[in-house]
């Protein structure tokens, strides 16, 4: 089975410092993409990074970054300079090979950022 | 763009009426998707659709749930009869088809059965 494991149910940060979010997922296939994205309290899902699987350098968005080590099957999510907005529900999910993969999700990891 | 557009945005029902959510997606996306959120389970795909073609319903609940997509520009989910278990947000979600292809997802339906 394909799974996705978001380890830390609730994460705090103090504005302006940086936070990592850890993210492992289980699959056998050798193709897939990994997403990170973000929930704020509206509810709506915003597409933060995209990383390929096959790609060894590590996809960076501004102020956020990934470290994917896919030897361990890990996918984290580096905020740098946490701002007040960031302040959201922040999911990790893959997409599997072939065109007809849906995106499987993580439960989600919780991210105040304090002011 | 207007993204994927969802309706209603919210909807407030009693048990045993019947419940349809609606879904536009992104003009050019062949994939379409729906998932439930709770707080107990997260978000669960319901099913997807290719080109129109459902491709995997085995999320779907049970038989009190129906999902249609009759063209490239709309889908309904329909639950006959609702159940309070069935509260939750629907999102319906669109993207090209291929792993490369990150998923858009509607603003959701927050569904409350009472």
């Known amino acids: 089975a394909q799974t996705v494991t978001q380890s830390q149910p609730e994460m705090s940060v103090q504005e302006a410092e940086t936070v990592t979010l850890s993210c492992t997922y289980d699959?056998?296939?050798?193709?897939?993409?990994l997403f990170w994205y973000k929930q704020p309290p509206s509810r709506q899902m915003i597409l933060v990074i995209r990383?390929?699987?096959?790609?060894?350098q590590n996809a960076t968005e501004n102020r956020f970054s990934v470290n994917f080590q896919k030897a361990a099957k890990s996918f984290s999510l580096k905020i740098s300079d946490s701002q007040l907005g960031d302040t959201a529900m922040y999911f990790c999910?893959?997409?599997?090979?072939?065109?007809?993969?849906?995106?499987?999700f993580g439960k989600g990891t919780k991210l105040s950022v304090k002011p | 763009d207007a993204g994927v557009i969802q309706s209603p945005r919210h909807e407030v029902t009693e048990m045993g009426q019947e419940v349809t959510l609606r879904c536009k997606p992104i003009s050019g996306h062949n994939s379409l998707f729906w998932y439930r959120q709770t707080m107990m389970r997260g978000l669960e795909l319901l099913i997807y659709f290719n080109n129109n073609v459902p491709i995997d319903d085995s999320g779907m609940p049970e038989d009190r749930f129906s999902a249609k997509m009759p063209n490239a520009s709309f889908s309904t989910l329909k639950i006959q009869p609702s159940e309070p278990r069935d509260s939750a947000v629907y999102f319906c979600?669109?993207?090209?088809?291929?792993?490369?292809?990150?998923?858009?997802f509607g603003n959701g339906t927050r569904l409350t059965v009472t």
């Open positions: 979600a669109s993207s090209f088809a291929g792993e490369a292809s990150p998923l858009h």
């Open positions: 699959t056998s296939e050798n193709n897939y993409y």
């Open positions: 990383q390929e699987a096959y790609k060894q």
């Open positions: 999910a893959f997409r599997t090979g072939g065109s007809q993969g849906n995106l499987i």
